[in-house]
């Protein structure tokens, strides 16, 4: 849609996970709710005024939801989760990136991105060898091994094991079950290369200006697929040679060194150097177009090579051999699954290694989640995931092939099919798993219990009620929730120990013999007994005892796990709803392009970047300035494009962050890319940036730009009032992640974002000031409005705009300009006589001179605040308050106006105002009384305002005061309202 010719400012929002309708993300419905709650409410028929968050100013949505959440065939992703958190991994490394780093910094990097996607690469191989354990291992080698038993236990398979029938010869029945793995590898394929053809733009012709301390300001960032198609090739090539390992290793080894086993040498050597090579195709980094052609083409061989010894071995396995039959378990799959895993814990360890010489050598910041140890955690339990899944689905599928459901089962005649030892450690390793779920979930609810026992205190001192009312604990428990989200690091560690002690116990099994978590045998070819020290009897028995157990409850387990999975993904792929639920998980982990596994799921941010830049580059082209509003998920995409976008349209940009997990989240766990320096580098790219968040929020939080903090110093109050409202049944609920655009604050963000873009286009508004009317009590509200105009008409000011009322009916704001042309020079002037007046008349002195003519409507003013109880009028910077049955005028300076403006509640707050106002005077405040109302809904609890001013006044701000609190920036740290805040 073009740009309508008359729009000078669009406010562009962009909705974070799993987002709704476009209608309900403009807030354009036709109806909306304007009491009660999702349960039952009361509607009216939508304005249009209500749809504006300043009159003039369109509303405009980026709604990216679909791409992770819209089509059905998104279930599946569900089953891509290892091979996410590996990529993810990728990106989480702790340390700075930049040309100046020492030559062990560019190694450790270097072992860094190798050794993750390697892991990756062996994830794909572990799914390929698990669809090969149940088609090629159980079915084919196993199953038809029993002959005529397996056939009349599973008729269905009869044509792989009655004895006679077309394939059961072990060859053939091996090519036939060998088709599981490839269709497995085919989807993967498939999905890859559509997602890749969907997800992609045609690149831009906008040019960002790139800068070091801002990866994501590079022009090519978003622009992965000559990498991806690499390592796809890669990927594919070995997940096709280990199907061939498979094919070909059972036929070796019976044909021994006759000449067709020399054949078959020489097609096993040649799948070695395949799989080698295809290997180390991974690791090529970048896309150098000096030589990344030629490495795309390597790549691409291999993968061809591979598929051609897959053939070939096919034709080998499938050659007549009368009497070759199979016995116990597939000759070569253990011990190649043994080696699979063996490799998978080096590569941990040198994660671990090389994390650990980064966040050392060149920390990104101190906030680094874990001390840098995020990325190889994350890494490693991706990699544990993928291992439990694999186990789950060959030890269920033994179950059902066989017969044999629980230990003891094969007195009744089932088939004993015997999945490796290692799925038999896995097993374990889940019912390890279960148990540390259960602990984690107990100790946060001992946490969240303290937690909030420990912010009732506050609670209840910032709302001036009671510790023991159910509403105080609510909101306690409400803001300890929003704390829980730095505990993150912990549980990840937590959930990481089944590996470490799954490693321990494997290796005391190997070098002692002592102890076993499978059935009798060692997973060689013949499947002859174990070594006599394996058996149980010669282990410790309790321990042994105990192993047993938990890998039988691990097999229940899976089961279980199996089945919730298909329920869940038959759901999803049903119900639109339950699949944006899914998606959540998607829109946190996709937001990465695929630079370590070209598998997993696509990264929708590689079209919702571009998409975003042009929209804003040809919005600014035409002159009309950008608004760009992102909450949650969306704020990162905002940043990312402001990265992105080209310098021309810096002046025309500001930026409104809201629940941003910014800093909390990408800063701790992805610092190279999102660290305190490369967000000062988004502040320096747009013309302001505010940041809204709430101590409730357990995702969003203040954000740490440079040496200062973005946006305001302290949370949003949440919820707005303890009590009741006046014609409400219910008290409002906290808010936690939602609905911040309904929050006034908001609006007073996108106005000043709206005067300061027209401002800089030589469009702002002629010289005025901002009127502000808070009414503790609202029906006291139209006298004191009456009153301000006639104060205002006295002074020769008229209203040029009057803002919509907010969603509380008490607070209003209008834009007042002088009746007769007039400099700024004129307009102070005539705020500096209404100073005066409202003072004089307030401390009941006569009125003088030029001011004794406009007396009486200064006194007016003065009566019908006195009469509304608690109230505040600023017109400018002429401050008029009144609570707890005292009054005071002040005339704000540039930096007290800043301060001010930085608690964007004290606007509402009378009571906190006043105090403010005290502390500007150097007056020492008395002992408080209780507000009249207090606790009633009708307004915001005044300590919530009192202490964020007193930590705003003595904080050390360092607040720039352009725009009167425009783009403050504090210093420090800051927590929540009235409590300890985000811990």
Not at 715 to 743: C, I, M, N, Q, W
Request: with cysteine; hydrophobic share 50%; charged share 20%.
């Amino acid at each position: 849609m073009p740009i309508m010719p008359d729009e000078r400012v669009v406010e562009l929002r962009v909705h974070g996970v799993s987002g709704g309708q476009a209608e309900e993300l403009l807030d354009v419905e036709p109806a909306m709710r304007v009491s009660g709650d999702a349960l039952a409410g009361f509607f009216r028929w939508r304005r249009r005024r209500d749809t504006e968050c300043v009159p003039g100013v369109p509303r405009e949505i980026f709604a990216w939801g679909n791409l992770t959440s819209g089509r059905s065939s998104r279930a599946l992703w569900l089953l891509l989760l290892p091979f996410m958190l590996v990529n993810i991994a990728y990106w989480m490394r702790p340390g700075r990136l930049g040309p100046h780093r020492s030559p062990l910094l560019r190694a450790a990097d270097l072992v860094y991105g190798g050794a993750v996607r390697l892991l990756a690469l062996s994830l794909t191989a572990l799914l390929v060898l698990a669809a090969a354990g149940v088609g090629m291992d159980l079915v084919a080698w196993q199953c038809g091994g029993y002959g005529a038993r397996c056939a009349e236990l599973r008729p269905l398979l009869g044509f792989l094991s009655a004895p006679g029938a077309p394939l059961a010869e072990p060859g053939r029945a091996l090519a036939a079950g060998a088709l599981l793995p490839l269709a497995v590898a085919g989807v993967l394929w498939r999905l890859s290369r559509r997602t890749g053809s969907v997800y992609e733009v045609t690149p831009q012709t906008h040019a960002p200006i790139p800068d070091s301390a801002a990866p994501l300001s590079d022009p090519g960032f978003w622009r992965n697929s000559e990498t991806m198609a690499r390592l796809r090739s890669a990927h594919i090539g070995v997940a096709a040679g280990a199907v061939a390992a498979l094919l070909l290793t059972p036929a070796l080894e019976y044909d021994g060194a006759g000449p067709r086993g020399t054949a078959g040498a020489v097609l096993a050597a040649a799948l070695g150097g395949t799989l080698l090579l295809s290997t180390v195709g991974v690791l090529i980094p970048g896309t150098d177009p000096r030589w990344n052609r030629w490495a795309d083409r390597g790549c691409a061989l291999l993968r061809d090579a591979a598929l051609v010894l897959l053939a070939a071995s096919a034709v080998y396995a499938v050659w007549p051999r009368p009497e070759w039959s199979a016995a116990g378990r597939l000759p070569g799959y253990a011990a190649g699954l043994n080696a699979l895993f063996a490799a998978q814990c080096v590569l941990g360890v040198l994660l671990l290694a090389a994390a650990a010489v980064l966040y050392r050598g060149a920390p990104a910041h101190r906030d680094t989640a874990a001390r840098g140890m995020a990325g190889p955690v994350t890494a490693v339990f991706g990699a544990l995931l993928g291992g439990v899944f694999s186990a789950a689905v060959v030890f269920q599928a033994a179950g059902w092939l066989g017969g044999c459901y629980y230990p003891g089962a094969e007195d009744t005649g089932c088939l004993r099919l015997q999945p490796p030892s290692a799925y038999a450690w896995l097993q374990l390793a889940f019912t390890m798993e279960a148990v540390i779920a259960l602990v984690v979930a107990g100790a946060l609810a001992a946490v969240l219990r303290a937690r909030t026992d420990r912010l009732t205190g506050a609670v209840a001192a910032a709302y001036r009620r009671g510790r023991g009312e159910r509403r105080t604990r609510d909101i306690a428990r409400a803001r300890a929730l929003g704390g829980m989200t730095e505990l993150l690091p912990a549980c990840l560690v937590a959930f990481l120990l089944p590996a470490v002690a799954l490693v321990g116990l494997v290796a005391y099994a190997v070098l002692t013999g002592r102890l076993t978590a499978g059935p009798a045998g060692d997973g060689t070819a013949s499947g002859q007994a174990a070594h006599p020290a394996a058996v149980a009897g010669r282990s410790v028995d309790a321990v042994q005892d105990a192993v047993t157990a938990m890998v039988t409850v691990g097999s229940f387990l899976g089961g279980l796990f199996l089945v919730g999975l298909m329920l869940l993904g038959r759901s999803a792929y049903r119900d639109r709803p339950t699949r944006q639920g899914v998606g959540v998980l998607w829109d946190i982990g996709t937001f990465w392009p695929r630079v370590a596994h070209p598998l997993a799921p696509p990264s929708y941010a590689e079209r919702a970047v571009p998409q975003l830049v042009a929209r804003i580059a040809g919005m600014t082209d035409d002159g009309t300035g950008v608004v760009l509003s992102g909450h949650s998920q969306g704020s990162v995409l905002a940043a990312a494009s402001v990265w992105q976008l080209p310098a021309r349209c810096r002046p025309a940009v500001a930026l409104i962050t809201h629940g941003s997990p910014l800093y909390r989240l990408y800063a701790r766990y992805f610092p190279a890319y999102f660290g305190p320096a490369a967000l000062a580098d988004v502040r320096e790219r747009v013309a302001g940036w505010r940041n809204l968040w709430r101590a409730t929020d357990a995702i969003g939080g203040p954000i740490r730009a440079g040496d200062g903090t973005v946006g305001y110093a302290e949370p949003l109050p949440d919820p707005e009032s303890y009590g009741v409202r006046k014609g409400e049944a219910l008290p409002p609920p906290p808010l936690g992640h939602s609905f911040y655009t309904h929050d006034p604050a908001y609006h007073d963000a996108v106005e000043a974002a709206v005067a300061r873009l027209r401002r800089a286009a030589g469009d702002g508004p002629h010289p005025g000031v901002e009127v502000r009317v808070a009414v503790a009590e609202p029906g006291a509200a139209p006298r004191v409005e009456e009153a301000v105009d006639g104060l205002l008409a006295a002074f020769g000011l008229e209203v040029a705009a009057r803002l919509p009322a907010e969603r509380d009916p008490w607070f209003r704001r209008l834009h007042a300009a002088p009746v007769a042309a007039a400099g700024d020079a004129e307009v102070a002037a005539l705020l500096a006589e209404i100073a005066v007046a409202l003072r004089d008349r307030a401390e009941h002195r006569p009125a003088e001179g030029p001011l004794a003519g406009r007396s009486d409507a200064a006194a007016e003013l003065v009566a019908a605040v006195e009469a509304a109880g608690d109230a505040v009028v600023r017109v400018g910077p002429v401050l008029l308050v009144r609570a707890d049955g005292e009054a005071a005028v002040r005339r704000l300076d540039g930096a007290e106006q800043a301060r001010v403006d930085a608690v964007p509640l004290l606007a509402r707050a009378p009571g906190a105002l006043l105090a403010q106002v005290r502390r500007f005077s150097g007056v020492v405040p008395g002992p408080r009384r209780p507000a009249a109302g207090a606790g009633t809904g009708a307004g915001l609890p005044a300590a919530v305002g009192a202490v964020g001013a007193a930590r705003a006044a003595d904080g050390g701000a360092d607040v720039d005061d352009e725009d009167q609190g425009g783009d403050e920036r504090q210093e420090g740290q800051h927590a929540g309202a009235g409590d300890d805040g985000q811990e």
